[in-house]
C-alpha cells in the first residue's frame, strides 16, 4: 500500500512559538496522528475516495505490505477540521477510507471525524484488523461511535495464508465487507451484545 502523505510533515520548531502540544485540544478538533493522506485513491473501495491512513498498528499480520505504518506515534499531528478541509477540496471525492495502520487504536478522534464525514454526505468505510465481534465487544465508547458512524468496516487481520488477489478492496479471504447500517439496523430487535454482521451484498464493494 502506497502512503503518499499529502501532508507536508512540519516538525522544525518556528522561533517564538509555542511548542505544538501546549495550546488545549478543543474537543470537536481532536489531533489524528497519520501516516498519510492520499486525496483521490481508487484503490481504497469504490468510486474517488480520500483515503486517510492512521499512524500505528500492533496486530503485526505476516506479510503485512504497510510495516511503515506500524510504530505509533511517528506520523503527521492534524486536526479532525483539516482532514475535513482536505476532502471537501476534491469535488470528485464521493468516499472516505479510513485505513492505516489501524484506525481503532486512535478511535475518539476517527469517531468525531467519521461523524463530521456523515453528516456531510460522503460514505465512510474503515479498514480494521480487529473482527466486528471483537469490536462490538469493546467496553470503549469511541470505539462503539465509531463503529456506528461507519456505512462499511473490512474486519479481521490480513492473513497470509488466506491471501487472495482475486478479491476486491480486501487482502484475505478471512475479512469480511461489512454492511455495518444493515448490521445495526438488524440488530435492533436483538438482545444479544454481540451479534452477526451482515455481509455487504453491493457489486461496487465486492464484486
Ligand atoms: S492490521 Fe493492517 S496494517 Fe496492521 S499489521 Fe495487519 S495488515 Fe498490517
Not at 492512521?54 to 492534524?78: E, K, L, M, R, Y
Not at 470503549?140 to 490480513?158: A, H, K, T, W, Y
Request: net charge negative; hydrophobic share 40%; proline share 7%.
Amino acid at each position: 500500500m502506497a502512503c503518499d502523505c499529502a501532508l507536508a510533515p512540519s516538525r522544525e520548531p518556528v522561533a517564538g512559538s509555542a511548542p505544538a502540544r501546549a495550546t488545549p485540544i478543543p474537543l470537536s478538533n481532536p489531533i489524528l496522528n497519520l501516516a498519510g493522506i492520499v486525496q483521490d485513491s481508487i484503490v481504497d473501495g469504490p468510486g474517488i475516495r480520500c483515503a486517510i491512513f492512521a499512524q500505528g498498528c500492533s496486530h503485526a499480520c505476516p506479510g503485512c505490505h504497510n510495516p511503515a505504518t506500524h510504530p505509533f506515534g511517528i506520523g503527521v499531528d492534524i486536526g479532525v477540521e483539516e482532514i475535513v478541509s482536505l476532502v471537501r477540496s476534491n469535488p470528485l471525492v464521493s468516499g472516505v477510507t479510513l485505513s492505516g495502520g489501524d484506525p481503532f487504536f486512535q478511535a475518539e478522534g476517527f469517531s468525531v471525524l467519521a461523524a463530521r464525514l456523515k453528516r456531510l454526505g460522503y460514505e465512510v468505510a474503515a479498514y480494521t484488523g480487529f473482527t466486528w465481534e471483537s469490536l462490538l465487544s469493546s467496553r470503549d465508547p469511541s470505539v462503539q461511535d465509531l463503529l456506528r458512524n461507519l456505512d462499511i468496516l473490512v474486519d479481521g487481520p490480513f492473513s497470509l495464508a488466506e491471501r487472495d488477489l482475486s478479491l476486491r478492496f480486501r487482502g484475505s479471504g478471512n475479512q469480511r465487507v461489512i454492511d455495518v447500517k444493515k448490521s445495526f439496523a438488524a440488530d435492533a430487535a436483538r438482545s444479544d451484545a454481540v451479534f452477526a454482521p451482515i455481509l455487504c451484498a453491493e457489486r461496487r464493494w465486492v464484486g
